[in-house]
């Protein structure tokens, strides 16, 4: 799931002290009442969050389903 642009931009901005090499961020996501950790990937400028399908089936997620996530980000 793409980030949104704005935030995407404020991320960019913090990249050098959040990234472990390649641009790639690892995060900690909150979705509904669902932890996990994963990473954000570079892409078109911004940022994808991927979703592991525990997750999706735990919160009942499918194709095209708009969700609220929280992003927490440390630096490295």
Known sequence: MPVPPEEADAIAA???RLTYGWGVIPTTVLIGGTTFTTSLF???????VPVKAAVQRAEQLGPGDEVTVELHLEES
């Open 14 to 16: 913090l990249v050098p």
């Open 42 to 48: 570079p892409r078109d400028g911004g940022y994808l």
